[in-house]
């Protein structure tokens, strides 16, 4: 016999519940409260030793994935799982290899047409991408400083992680060239791996000796070229 689906209410108070629990776990470890702001936690290793914040923890993740689940319904779920998880990857490979939270002080904000001129990209197409970013809590716009971009506790974790960025966002995959001719305001050139880490040309577009142009690098400069 099945188990009845809790419901939206049942699942929100056992939210609470076990925040609380959390909350007060990491408290009475003397331990740091999660937080977005840039100096938040990273990682939760240090409670790995404490069995009461560990289960509080999982139950919580997992109540909280079940009401997001519940309250998308099905056909939602599976469409935001498709296209959701595809544009967070995109936007991650472009903010890892454009080294974008490297770019952005972790003292304070910076403008995006600052941030553009600093990584020489079209400030119009990184502000797309840095806005979606703050739909998933990568970056914050500060209060009071439109179009600007400062850290989040997500951002700011960016580096630390960059080999196991490098090994799931690297050059293997093909979308790779659309980020990087999306931003990047001229055609390939030797030396391109400042933004790109890939010193070797993309396939279909070959070396300063040839005069043969990738379609697709074509395509992205009508785009957003003046």
Not at 28 to 41: C, K, N, V, W, Y
């Amino acid at each position: 016999m099945s188990v009845p689906t809790p419901s939206l209410v049942a699942l929100a108070t056992d939210v609470v519940k076990l925040a609380t629990t959390f909350q007060e776990q990491l408290d009475g470890a003397g331990l740091q409260q999660p937080s977005l702001e840039s100096t938040g936690r990273t990682h939760y290793l240090d409670i790995l030793e404490n069995a009461g914040a560990v289960e509080a923890r999982t139950k919580l993740i997992e109540a909280c994935r079940s009401l997001l689940t519940l309250a998308h319904g099905p056909i939602d779920t599976l469409l935001v799982s498709i296209k959701t998880s595809m544009l967070n990857i995109g936007v991650l490979r472009a903010i890892y290899q454009l080294r974008i939270a490297e770019a952005v002080p972790l003292d304070r904000g910076i403008s995006i047409p600052d941030l553009a001129a600093r990584l020489s990209v079209h400030a119009d197409a990184l502000r797309r991408l840095i806005r979606f970013a703050f739909t998933q809590s990568i970056f914050r716009e500060p209060a009071g400083q439109p179009d600007h971009v400062e850290h989040t506790a997500i951002s700011a974790a960016i580096p630390s992680i960059s080999p196991i960025m490098w090994l799931y966002l690297g050059d293997t995959m093909r979308s790779r060239l659309l980020l990087c001719t999306l931003l990047i305001p001229s055609p390939w050139k030797p030396g391109l791996g400042r933004h790109c880490p890939s010193q070797t040309p993309p396939r279909g577009i070959s070396g300063p000796s040839s005069k043969r142009t990738s379609p697709t690098v074509g395509a992205w400069r009508h785009l957003l070229m003046p």
